[in-house]
């Protein structure tokens, strides 16, 4: 079993690594992005998270024939800042997150991510948690099963399979992967089971999903990297599926951005937390596409931190915060000397499409 990285330069030339600079890969994995991350070190330092055991013992013997300048931390990646801290890192130059399973979980049958091998219905990333995809087909009601295939899998026949799956479930437990994919395939129209790809692919990235908490952790800790982040460091999110994109891309976004009237006469891109390095998403060549079939639905997307001006943010906030109430309690009409610099803005201030980080 091989797990043949993805966007593997592009990954970390998003990063522009600095030789002496912190840098923190979430998603170990096989050791692919840590790898070139550590090879591009002198006195740098190379923090990587992953949850998986066998992941971390195949990583940790390839990244120690570069360098000894690395720490695995067995945690999951949305304890981000708490496993930083706990090793007195503070701030870091950049991270990078490759998300999903790697091939070694995808392609392990026992571990039961795969429709094509038969296997316990297990999903679980990390083996030391108890929740399995097992307990969610067989014990979640009717609703929960059918939300999680809409949200998580975008699946348009969600509630028959879930209807369908309660039907199964009531004669005896499902308790393996090829169990599973009878029953989405029985609940699918001949049409629909005649397109190309694998009829039961949304179901079970959905379950993937859910067992892991995979959206729901990745934004989470997203948002501590941009925090942890120095200025001038780099973030970068290879995604596999729109879900985890759509995170990346909208947070991305909601950081470089500040909603503050238009004719307000500053230059606000520069003030906002992050600048985008990627307008467009960075996609896979067609070379890595023809020899990494993992690499077709990925995208890169890298943003930096941008220059630190806090100060004019606490100045900006207590105005935004003062000057409504004081308006109310003095209409500027009555003082329109006290008022003139303020008025000559031709805008009015409105609290609420003002969004602060
Ligand atoms: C796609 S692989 C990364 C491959 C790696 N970039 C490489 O070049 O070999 C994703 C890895 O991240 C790990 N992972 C996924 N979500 C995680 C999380 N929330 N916390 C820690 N590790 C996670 C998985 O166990 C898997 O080993």
Redesign the pocket.
């Given at each position: 079993m091989k797990?043949i990285?993805v966007l593997?330069e592009e990954g970390i030339d998003g990063l522009a690594i600095k030789p002496d600079g912190i840098y923190v890969?979430?998603?170990?994995?096989?050791?692919?992005?840590s790898s070139l991350i550590l090879s591009k070190l002198t006195t740098g330092h190379l923090y990587a998270?992953?949850?998986?055991d066998y992941?971390i013992n195949k990583a940790k013997e390839r990244l120690s024939a570069i360098g000894d300048n690395f720490t695995i931390i067995k945690?999951?990646?949305?304890n981000l800042a708490q496993e930083l801290k706990a090793l007195g890192v503070e701030k870091i130059d950049g991270i990078i997150y490759?998300?999903?399973?790697?091939s070694f979980?995808f392609d392990d049958p026992e571990r039961g991510f795969s429709y094509k091998y038969d296997a316990f219905l297990d999903m679980r990333?990390n083996q030391d948690v108890k929740l399995c995809a097992y307990d969610i087909v067989n014990t979640y009601p009717l609703g929960e099963l059918a939300t999680i295939f809409t949200k998580y899998g975008e699946e348009p026949f969600a509630y028959k399979i879930a209807q369908n799956i309660l039907k199964e479930r009531t004669k005896k437990p499902i308790k393996t992967t090829l169990e599973l994919v009878d029953v989405i395939k029985g609940s699918l129209p001949q049409k629909v089971l005649n397109k190309k790809g694998h009829p039961a692919k949304l179901v079970f990235q959905a379950l993937r999903i859910a067992v892991?908490d995979?959206l729901q952790?990745f934004e989470k800790s997203l948002l501590q990297a941009i925090e942890m982040t120095n200025i001038g460091g780099r973030i970068a999110v290879i995604s596999f599926h729109s879900l985890e994109d759509r995170i990346a891309k909208h947070t991305f976004k909601e950081y470089s951005e500040i909603h503050i009237p238009k004719n307000l006469p500053i230059a606000v891109k520069d003030i906002a937390p992050l600048k985008l390095i990627t307008k467009h998403p960075i996609l896979p060549s067609e070379e890595e596409l023809a020899n990494n079939n993992r690499a077709h639905s990925a995208k890169l997307r890298v943003a930096e931190k941008q220059k630190n001006i806090e100060w004019f943010y606490s100045i900006f906030c207590l105005f935004i915060a003062i000057f409504p109430t004081y308006e109310k309690a003095n209409p500027p009409k009555k003082f329109p000397n006290t008022f003139i610099s303020i008025n000559s803005i031709p805008f009015k201030l409105n609290k609420s499409k003002v969004k602060l980080k």
């Open positions: 797990h990285t593997l890969d979430a998603t170990l994995g096989g050791g692919g992005h998270f992953d949850q998986d992941a945690a999951n990646f949305v490759d998300l999903g399973v790697s979980q990333m892991n995979e952790v």
